[in-house]
């Protein structure tokens, strides 16, 4: 990520996709969907407002949301007394592991201003935390939902040990009104944009809609667990990418049994936010098992929880049994290789793209591959030339970034086709592709079939209409361009 | 006791589970001409249709849903659609009912015995808690289970009534004013999930009653547990009401019901079986709407009322007691005159309430006064004089009419009572003969007598059946199950009742679950308004099923004829004992059968009855036809095929039926007025009906052109589920889908992702579509249910944190808390860390090892809700919900070793 290094036409290409149609007046969720909150896009959209139309800017973004995200890492685990040793070691690991993501550490900052108020028994922290997560219900309602759920739990348990049964209370109703107050503001201001009911019902159906089987991708379990597998097969999984899934759940299940156990000794009320980080981790660690690809999401909660349980335990440790403490940061160095063995392997062919300069639209300053500089200049070329400026294309494969690179609409709501996982939204792809009649449809040759499973068997009914409606145009590079079948031909 | 009633109900489960004896009464089956074609024979019970036509039905269809991993909120199957969860009566989140969900039907044997033992177990202890002793109390808790709980078991109303005598003792017990409250939310609410409401109601009105007469300053926190109980159900209480006021029985009930039981159901009291039972050979109910069930429900025998009478006698004043004599009156009041309050002044709570039923009180409060009555009898010496020299005589009568025979029906009735009344005296004079004498085992001498008099003549009320005969799939059904998509509507016979479609995955056009849809159930009655004796559809025209989108028609005659009505009435029994004449006049065409309706119960049944057409000008027989009794049903129609038999309009015919060889016991009756009821059915041009299987009196037929989605544009029905329907339209015009499903609040529709108004709601959903190409998505959320969840969830926060909270606040569990803490500390120290270490590691690798383990257990696939999208999970055929199970039970597995083993080193830790 940053200045070099290929644009991902689908993670970042989606982003760019949502700006290009908000830089064209379209409305979110009305005109085209996406499965995040508005507020996971404003800040992309206002980049490019202030920075320039380009993957510069997104990039620029990603990059300030890890420097506020690793600040916010250290912050809470200063606040916890850790070692500066510790601090340091956390800053180089974050930067060298990906994962990270302000989205992910919004819940834990809620937690950790709820705590804050429990220590410092300042409402500032209670009304901070409360009007947090009523923002954070218009970024990711995934986790505002997690976040919700473990206030609650936490308010019970409050409820259940407190003295102070009254207290606790009118505390939950002082945090429910400032979450309800943050709420109704971001309510008020889309609602005026036009598309907050919509967003509230887009969610809706897409947890009903997009959730178990419905999952858009992801794959099931390593088999690991109720297979018949030999010793080897076993030793192999356990090398595995995925397998880090598991290691990260054992871990996030020990310290989380050691942290009640503390709890439950200490009564200490930093036992008791780590405590909840790590059942926050393990939620998150939950809702990925349908994207069990996503293992390193956890990474970041991992080393939090350890840092602290080791940093806690050093002194007593040193005088009981310093072996166990080098004997844990032993096994955690390995699971910490493992990642980033997996991750930082084109380290060097990265920065080896800094000496690649060339003057790409919309890409520039970034360095990317020729083969990826020859892919965007071939389709803008192509577009700007044979394509009106207010006629609307479909890209048939997870491309969205194309849109942004080629400066065209979507004929459809669907950026991301991979989204359109009903039989129902693939149908509406075809009736919008029905109603707008793009004259062009290009297909990615070397589109990346998620999880194994190809576009064209995802969409059949989409393919069905292209196959029907259109034909073989040209090839542009390494993508297939189809037109319109004069009418006579149409189905 | 604990350990035995705990040793009984485990027992009990393995020999439900072992034996796989259902406690479904099949046999109500043969009753249905569907169902017993070749074999018919009456029914073991006649009054246990309900668990076999409704409860199973239900428990198969929730079943069904859990193994799709969906929560059955919308029953799709009947009425055009009803809400399920809402009617309450299917007791989905009853406890006992998971036990179903695990097991199948062979846990029903198993839920009856706890559902009994529960509620013995409890008025024991509430008796006890009266300070009557343990004889006494043993002898009013088996009064008090002697009737309504065995006769309803198998019905929702006794999962509410098992907690009535919990309450009780609750009342009595010296609690603290929370744990009293907590107590009897928590009852209330598992008795509101029992699944019937009006028991509930019932029980909370004497559970009030007692409160006010004897622990008055219980008052507040009884009401405040009450209202707590209903907001704890909250999910389920909610949708119920929003059902109950859309609903077409509780504006119907007031209008008609009355609810009371006759003054001549009085002496059932004391002598249950005085029209004998419907599991003997013989019974007859008192009226039409007062059964067996209802009268003998709070029936407590001849030993109880001797009890009663000498406590009001001689112990009226005793302070712990004297309310039960309150409230046993106040019971017979209740069920015998509120009723007819009704027709003074409306209130809809009487009015649509089974008010009837409040006898179960009367039969549970006697338990009281039988109990203390007689501890106070046990130890006094009463000569009872010559009282003893009856018995003699007795015992030699009843021994004279087991031998004595008769032909009669009369003299068999008269033989069955004055063995019965023997039976009764016989057994009352041994009890308080024994209980006034000094013979050894006269403790276990009395229980026995009373378990004679009052339990072992109801014992055998419910029948197990084989698994062999669970809902059978004989050609009838086969010809359904083919046809499957199809919505049902039986007319004339009862061959597919309501609800029982639902064991068998069919659709029904009708509803059975006490409650319906008003909107549909108006138009229905208003569509398909002839009704027959039976309270079913007649007769049906074409339009009309069309518009209810029925595709299906059951009847027991050829709906494709022309059906003319000859003699009406159906309200008198003839019985055919000579030939009856029926005159036809006026009516022409070729005739092709003879609908007449027969009456067989109690009967033989082995003649041979003769049917003749007549030329009345001529005098000759111009058609001939004969049938087997056998082949006929109790209060059924049956139809004589003719043939080749033409009827000139304005000419006069006679319709002759003859009994052949036939006696006064082996013959059937007709129903009628003065004259047998007749239809004729002429042949009809241009057949709007395909038969697709006849088979005597039983024929289905498919309506032609039937749908139940209706459009003028063209559409795509891409998916369907019982709460969406998915559609794609592609018009040059605006136009409609008309789907033939009820509308009812919680159903929605949207178009292209946004909300549309559904058009049509009276009864069905119409939604206008506009010209283009679009996605249309017709959905139901019941909001009632989401903000019930709500309520409820906070409830039960409330209610475990309130809980929790006195435990923790406790002088024990402080205590307890400390040397937890201190072993804590101990075991972490230099000199046991090793050991702890090693320990612990243990318990990890233990987790892991277990955790392993249970998921090898699990299955490897399991049926997941069908889903659309394409993606790995769907092709591979792999479930998502069963990665979260596994990874669930490892996550757990780890844990729960991890803490347990932390709990034992320092709990044990002296």
Partial sequence: MGIVGDINLIDEGQYSAWVTNMLHGETMYKDFYLQYGPLMVYPYYFFAKVFGISFFSFRLWDVMQIGLSITIFVAILKFLKVKRIFLVFSVVTLLLVPGLNLRYLLGLTILFLCINFCIRQSKIYLIASGILLGAIFYASFEFASISLVLLLLLGILFMIFSAEFKEIIKSMIFFLISFFFSFLIFYLIFFKIGFVNLYFLSTLNFIKDLSGQNLPNGQGLLPVLGAS????????????????????????????????????????????????????????????????????????????????????????????????????????????????????????????????????????????????????????????????????????????????LVDRLNATRYDLPLLAETIGMRYEIVNQLKENHPIFIIEDKNAWAVDGVSDRQRMPEVFNYVIQNYKFKTNVGSYIIYSLKPISNKS | ????????????????????????????????????????????????????????????????????????????????????????????????????????????????????????????????????????????????????????????????????????????????????????????????????????FNIFIFHILYILFKKRNLIFSTLSGFTFGLLLGSFQLFPFIEYLLNSYAFFQRGVHHQSVLPVLSLPFFVFPQLLGAPQYSIYKSLSQSTNYAEYAAGSVGLIAV???????????????????????????????????????????????????????????FSSIPLAFTFEKLLNKKINLGKLRFLLIPALIFFGAALFIKSSSKEGVYLIYLSKYLLFVLITTLLFFLVLFSKIRFKKTLLILLLIVQVIIPNIFYNKLTNGSEYYPKNNFIKNLIANKDQRILQIGNLNLPPDLNMAYGLESAENYDAMDVRNYKIAFDRAFSIKNHLGLVDEVDYGSLKQFGIGMVIADYDINSKKINIQKGSGSRILLLKPQIIEIHGVGGQLIGVRIITATFNRLNSCQIDIEVIDKTSTKPIGRNSFDCKDVRDNMFYTIPFSGVT???????????????????????????????????????????????????????????????????????IHQTPTEFLFLTDSKKDGFIDLKYTYYPGWAAQIDGSKVEIQGKNPFMRIDV?????????????????????????????????????????????????????????????????????????????????????????????????????????????????????????????????????????????
Avoid at chain 2, 675 to 697: A, G, I, R, T
């Fill in chain 2, 770 to 910: 506009p010209k283009g190409a679009h996605y249309l998505k017709i959905y139901y959320v019941p909001k009632t249910f989401i903000l019930g969840l709500v309520i409820s969830f906070v409830a039960f926060v409330l209610v475990l944190s309130f809980s929790i909270r006195m435990v923790l606040f406790s002088s024990k569990f402080v205590l307890l808390h400390s040397k937890y803490r201190k072993n804590s500390l101990a075991i972490l120290s230099k000199k046991e860390f090793p050991q702890t270490i090693s320990y612990m590691s243990f318990a990890v690798t233990a987790g892991i090892i277990v955790g392993i383990s249970l998921i090898g257990l699990l299955p490897s696939n399991i049926n997941v809700a069908y889903v659309t999208s394409i993606n790995w999970l769907t092709l591979n055929n792999h479930s998502l919900i069963l990665d979260y199970i596994k990874i669930g039970v490892l996550f757990l597995s780890i844990s729960i070793s991890i803490i347990l083993t932390w709990l034992r080193l320092t709990l044990k830790k002296q």
């Fill in chain 2, 647 to 717: 009827l000139t309009k304005d000419s006069f015919y006679q319709i002759v039926i003859r009994p052949i060889n036939l006696s006064k016991d082996n013959s059937i009756a007709l129903l009628g007025g003065s004259k047998p009821y007749l239809d004729v059915l002429l042949k009809e041009k241009n057949p709007n009906y395909v038969q697709l299987f006849n088979e005597k009196s039983v024929y289905v037929f498919n309506v032609k052109d039937a749908q139940k989605i209706v459009s003028n544009i063209q559409y795509k029905n």
């Fill in chain 2, 1 to 200: 006791m604990k350990k035995y009633i705990g040793a009984f109900i485990i027992a009990a489960f393995l020999v439900s589970v072992i034996f796989q004896k259902f406690l479904v009464p099949t046999d109500v089956f043969s009753y249905l001409p569907s169902f017993s074609l070749d074999n018919w024979q009456k029914p073991y019970n006649s009054l246990l249709a309900d668990p076999l036509f409704q409860f199973e039905p239900w428990r198969i269809f929730t079943s069904n849903a859990i193994r799709h991993f969906q929560i059955p909120i919308w029953n799709p199957l009947n009425g055009g659609g009803v809400p399920f969860l809402a009617s309450f009566q299917n007791a989905f989140f009853f406890p006992l009912t998971f036990v179903y969900f695990i097991v199948g039907p062979a846990s029903l044997l198993f839920t009856a015995i706890v559902k009994v033992s529960v509620f013995s177990a409890f008025t024991f202890l509430f008796l006890r808690s009266l300070k009557i002793g343990k004889l006494g109390s043993i002898l009013g808790s088996i009064v008090a289970s002697s009737n309504y709980m065995i006769l309803w078991i198998q019905w929702p109303q006794t999962n509410v009534y098992m907690f009535f005598p919990l309450l009780l003792l609750l009342s009595e017990k010296k609690l603290s004013k929370k744990i009293y409250f907590l107590s009897i939310s928590l009852i209330y609410f598992l008795a509101l999930l029992g699944g019937h409401p009006e028991t509930l």
């Fill in chain 2, 306 to 364: 001797i009890m009663l009478i000498v406590y009001v006698l001689k112990y009226r004043r005793n302070k712990i007691v004297w309310p039960s004599l309150i409230l046993i009156s106040l019971a017979f009041v209740f069920s015998y005159l509120l009723g007819y309050l009704n027709s003074l002044v409306k209130i809809p709570i009487i009015s649509s309430n089974n008010n009837q039923r409040f006898i179960i009180f009367a039969g549970f």
């Fill in chain 1, 229 to 404: 597998m030999n010793i080897s097969e076993y030793l192999r999984a356990l090398v595995s990418r995925v397998s880090l899934f598991y290691i990260s759940l054992v871990m996030l299940t020990i310290s989380s049994a050691i942290l009640i156990i503390r709890v439950s000794v200490t009564k200490k009320t930093k036992d008791l936010f780590v405590l909840f980080a790590s059942l926050y981790a393990l939620l998150i660690n939950f809702s990925i098992i349908g994207r069990s690809g996503h293992y390193f999401s956890v990474f970041p909660f991992c080393l939090f929880v350890f840092l602290y349980l080791i940093n806690s335990s050093y002194e007593y440790l040193k005088k009981i049994n310093v072996k166990f403490f080098y004997i844990m940061l032993f096994l955690f160095g390995i699971y910490l290789v493992r990642h980033i063995l997996i991750f930082r392997t084109d380290l060097f062919h990265s920065i080896s793209l800094l000496t690649n300069v060339s003057q790409i639209e919309k890409v520039s300053p970034i360095r990317i591959t020729k083969n990826q500089e020859t892919d965007i200049k071939t389709i803008q070329d192509f577009v700007s030339r044979r394509v009106k400026k207010n006629e609307k294309i479909y890209i048939l494969n997870n491309d969205p970034g194309l849109y942004f």
